[in-house]
């Protein structure tokens, strides 16, 4: 028997007149030549179908990233809109004090809610039950993504996501408020991964110059996902007897991203089979590599958690998640109980501030690319103007908001402008976790957005404990407290805050080791970032 070795396609050509034993037509039989023309077709069809991608491998893996932000969002927020259904409200429809009239023409049944009694604290510990689980997977999720790549890490946590979403009527109907808290545990734990999971993907994708756009692009489905989770849940509860059609409905969604998620996209442009040589080669140029760099050290936690960028970003997305999930999770509540909208009206108006968000995410995210990438600012400079707008805008509008009263129209102009505003967060700190290290993206997305997300815990659960009436006098104290919250960390941010490759990010390429504890800490200036990246892989 002929070892395989004497097969192997780098010692033989395919045309080699190998004629022995257990061969034909010149070809050996033996196992090492069928795996190698296996491959050799696969290849050659993958090149085949390659040819019928239009769009950029690059650019779908940014549209399936937004969706799964999207979808992410969807099952994330539907409650919020759920659960002024799910709640018996006649005793509020007769308690007029603090709050606004119900319209003449109005239709009373929308107003009396359902079955549970639940009341506003075990309300806001219901919404905030998700978080539990959210802040707890953010950490191993960066860390799977860095290790094995952001397919799987951000595909099985949505499709888990998915699975708890589909069976939330069947667990209340059995468990009642409790079974629902475990759920919505169970749920945060599948979601946690997938900031960290597309963060380390956009990492691997994304050339710097073209991150502010397409990376707004993909976190612009966290507001596209709050349109339309507000807006088409208003509609199934509307237009079916029942809750239960919402969680159905976005828990199916996630089902179908997953499969096509799975069959399109990949951790890396080395491993993508349907990737163009074109591409390839033009992301060869603008990242370096285009596999993952096994030999890098683990992750430098101790120079990651005390550096002064990283701390300034921290605090610029508890300022943003303290802002987004009062707005999130509570802006339903805020349109059922104060304003007095119908459960239609409730998820069109709510959805609305959302659907500028993303208009604004987008445009500023091209916006801050060219004026970077033409010199005419730094991306220090660009990530900290577009942080203040999004921190100090929202937080004059949104007190605003408090004191137009019953005005409803004018009430949804200003939330509309707040969040709008709020849009400029993405091409400014949300992004900046692939400025300050490429290599250890998703650990710093994972710090940053897991910390943040602890807001999402203690916000809703403030505002539930602040509303018993839900008056409009208890929402104003809530919207101040929002106010100085954004303030704050806007200021540590516009301090601290940097655009710059850090050297922690190459940790092998420090002067010293990382165990020494002996590091230059001069971060990479902005000028030299590009090649600092390439020179990181």
Same mark, same amino acid.
């Given at each position: 028997?002929?070892?395989?070795?004497? @097969?192997?396609?780098?010692?033989?050509?395919?045309?080699?007149?190998?004629?022995?034993?257990?061969?034909?037509?010149?070809?050996?039989?033996?196992?090492?030549?069928?795996?190698?023309?296996?491959?050799?077709?696969?290849?050659?069809?993958?090149?085949?179908?390659?040819?019928?991608?239009?769009?950029?491998?690059?650019?779908?893996?940014?549209?399936?990233?937004?969706? %799964?932000?999207?979808?992410?969002? +969807?099952?994330?927020?539907?409650?919020?809109?759920?659960?002024?259904? /799910?709640?018996?409200?006649?005793?509020?429809?007769?308690?007029?004090?603090?709050?606004?009239?119900?319209?003449?023409?109005?239709?009373?049944?929308?107003?009396?809610?359902?079955?549970?009694?639940?009341?506003?604290?075990?309300?806001?510990?219901?919404?905030?039950?998700?978080?539990?689980?959210?802040?707890?997977?953010?950490?191993?999720?960066?860390?799977?993504?860095?290790?094995?790549?952001?397919?799987?890490?951000?595909?099985?946590?949505?499709?888990?996501?998915?699975?708890?979403?589909?069976?939330?009527?069947?667990?209340?109907?059995?468990?009642?408020?409790?079974?629902?808290?475990?759920?919505?545990?169970? /749920? #945060?734990?599948?979601?946690?991964?997938?900031?960290?999971?597309?963060?380390?993907?956009?990492?691997?994708?994304?050339?710097?110059?073209?991150?502010?756009?397409?990376?707004?692009?993909?976190?612009?489905?966290?507001?596209?996902?709050?349109?339309?989770?507000?807006?088409?849940?208003?509609?199934?509860?509307?237009?079916?007897?029942?809750?239960?059609?919402?969680?159905?409905?976005? #828990?199916?969604?996630?089902?179908?991203?997953?499969?096509?998620?799975?069959?399109?996209?990949?951790?890396?442009?080395?491993?993508?089979?349907?990737?163009?040589?074109?591409?390839?080669?033009?992301?060869?140029?603008?990242?370096? %590599?285009? +596999?993952?760099?096994?030999?890098?050290?683990?992750?430098?936690?101790?120079?990651?958690?005390?550096?002064?960028?990283?701390?300034?970003?921290?605090?610029?997305?508890?300022?943003?998640?303290?802002?987004?999930?009062?707005?999130?999770?509570?802006?339903?509540? @805020?349109?059922?109980?104060?304003?007095?909208?119908?459960?239609?009206?409730?998820?069109?108006?709510?959805?609305?501030?959302?659907?500028?968000?993303?208009?604004?995410?987008?445009?500023?995210?091209?916006?801050?690319?060219?004026?970077?990438?033409? #010199?005419? /600012?730094?991306?220090?400079?660009?990530?900290?103007?577009?942080?203040?707008? %999004?921190?100090?805008?929202?937080?004059?509008?949104?007190?605003?908001?408090?004191?137009?009263?019953?005005?409803?129209?004018?009430?949804?102009?200003?939330?509309?402008?707040?969040?709008?505003? /709020?849009?400029?967060?993405?091409?400014?700190?949300?992004?900046?976790?692939?400025?300050?290290?490429?290599?250890?993206?998703?650990?710093?997305?994972?710090?940053?957005?897991?910390?943040?997300?602890?807001?999402?815990?203690?916000?809703?659960?403030?505002?539930?404990?602040?509303?018993?009436?839900?008056?409009?006098?208890?929402?104003?104290?809530?919207?101040?407290?929002?106010?100085?919250?954004?303030?704050?960390?806007?200021?540590?941010?516009?301090?601290?805050?940097?655009?710059?490759?850090?050297?922690?990010?190459?940790?092998?390429?420090?002067?010293?080791?990382?165990?020494?504890?002996?590091?230059?800490?001069?971060?990479?200036?902005?000028?030299? %970032?590009?090649?600092?990246?390439?020179?990181?892989?």
């Amino acid at each position: 028997m002929i070892p395989p070795s004497q @097969y192997d396609p780098v010692v033989h050509d395919e045309r080699s007149p190998l004629l022995k034993k257990g061969t034909s037509g010149g070809l050996p039989a033996g196992p090492s030549w069928v795996s190698y023309g296996s491959r050799r077709r696969r290849d050659e069809c993958c090149r085949f179908i390659s040819k019928f991608f239009i769009i950029p491998q690059r650019v779908i893996l940014a549209i399936f990233g937004f969706l %799964a932000i999207l979808n992410a969002y +969807t099952m994330r927020i539907c409650l919020s809109i759920a659960i002024t259904e /799910m709640v018996n409200k006649t005793t509020s429809v007769e308690e007029d004090e603090g709050v606004c009239p119900i319209e003449d023409n109005a239709n009373m049944e929308d107003y009396t809610g359902g079955e549970f009694n639940w009341d506003q604290e075990l309300q806001g510990v219901i919404l905030s039950s998700f978080y539990w689980g959210y802040v707890i997977t953010h950490l191993p999720g960066g860390i799977l993504a860095e290790k094995f790549g952001g397919k799987w890490t951000l595909s099985l946590g949505i499709l888990s996501t998915a699975f708890f979403t589909l069976i939330t009527p069947w667990a209340v109907g059995i468990g009642g408020s409790t079974a629902l808290i475990i759920i919505r545990v169970l /749920m #945060g734990l599948g979601e946690g991964t997938t900031f960290p999971a597309l963060s380390a993907l956009l990492a691997s994708w994304i050339p710097l110059k073209e991150r502010s756009k397409l990376g707004s692009l993909v976190f612009g489905g966290g507001q596209v996902g709050t349109i339309l989770g507000n807006l088409i849940s208003g509609y199934l509860l509307h237009s079916f007897d029942g809750w239960s059609s919402v969680f159905y409905f976005f #828990g199916g969604l996630g089902v179908v991203w997953f499969i096509l998620f799975t069959l399109l996209c990949y951790s890396d442009p080395q491993s993508h089979p349907f990737i163009s040589d074109k591409e390839k080669d033009f992301l060869q140029k603008e990242l370096g %590599a285009l +596999t993952r760099d096994k030999t890098l050290p683990p992750t430098p936690w101790r120079y990651i958690l005390t550096s002064v960028p990283m701390i300034a970003l921290v605090c610029a997305q508890i300022g943003h998640d303290w802002g987004f999930f009062i707005m999130v999770t509570d802006l339903p509540k @805020y349109m059922s109980d104060v304003l007095r909208f119908s459960i239609k009206d409730n998820g069109l108006y709510s959805s609305l501030p959302y659907l500028v968000m993303w208009i604004v995410s987008l445009s500023t995210g091209v916006l801050s690319d060219w004026l970077i990438s033409s #010199g005419k /600012m730094t991306i220090t400079f660009g990530r900290k103007l577009f942080t203040t707008i %999004a921190s100090a805008g929202p937080a004059f509008f949104i007190v605003g908001a408090s004191y137009a009263g019953c005005d409803r129209a004018l009430v949804v102009a200003l939330f509309t402008i707040a969040m709008g505003l /709020m849009g400029t967060f993405y091409p400014g700190m949300k992004v900046n976790p692939l400025d300050l290290s490429p290599n250890y993206a998703g650990s710093l997305m994972a710090v940053t957005n897991g910390i943040g997300a602890i807001t999402g815990i203690i916000a809703p659960y403030v505002v539930g404990i602040m509303t018993p009436n839900h008056s409009l006098e208890e929402w104003r104290i809530v919207f101040w407290i929002s106010f100085a919250v954004f303030h704050v960390t806007n200021l540590a941010y516009v301090m601290w805050a940097s655009g710059e490759v850090q050297p922690w990010n190459t940790p092998h390429l420090m002067n010293k080791s990382v165990e020494s504890g002996d590091v230059n800490q001069d971060t990479f200036s902005e000028k030299e %970032a590009p090649a600092a990246i390439k020179a990181s892989h």
